[in-house]
């Protein structure tokens, strides 16, 4: 099992920017599916974006056109930037992957978008 470690969260105000990144702890193969998720405090977590091993991305309808998620050519590293972020977007960021022998969850990052 790959451990993941996600970066790049922290504390920005609305309308700020943030790039997450998600990165195996070791030299690892491709990933089938690589995704991030978020769960605010009270709430269940939730489908942030996705990118299958084709390319094809999903995203949730809170992010669309304001969230990017994007992965290295060897399919091991993805990234989210996230753009016109709102204080709605507070919560801790989970990156999880997909392999042939099941899901493998990061630690979680903390965003908080506050003025």
């Known amino acids: 099992q790959v451990q993941l470690v996600e970066s790049g969260g922290g504390v920005v105000q609305p309308g700020g920017s943030l790039r997450l990144s998600c ?5 690892t193969n491709a990933f089938l599916t690589m995704a991030w998720y978020r769960q605010a405090p009270g709430m269940e977590r939730e489908l942030v974006a996705s990118i299958a091993g084709g390319g094809i ?7 669309k056109d304001r969230f990017t998620i994007s992965r290295n ?7 989210l930037q996230m753009n016109n972020l709102k204080e709605e977007d507070t919560a801790v960021y989970y ?12 630690q979680g990052t903390q965003v908080t978008v506050s003025s």
Not at 73 to 79: D, L, N, Y
């Open 95 to 106: 990156c999880k992957v997909r392999t042939a022998w099941g899901d493998n969850w990061g």
């Open 73 to 79: 050519k060897a399919h091991t590293i993805s990234h």
């Open 23 to 27: 990165t195996p702890s070791r030299t």
């Open 57 to 63: 991305t999903n995203y949730a309808a809170a992010v």
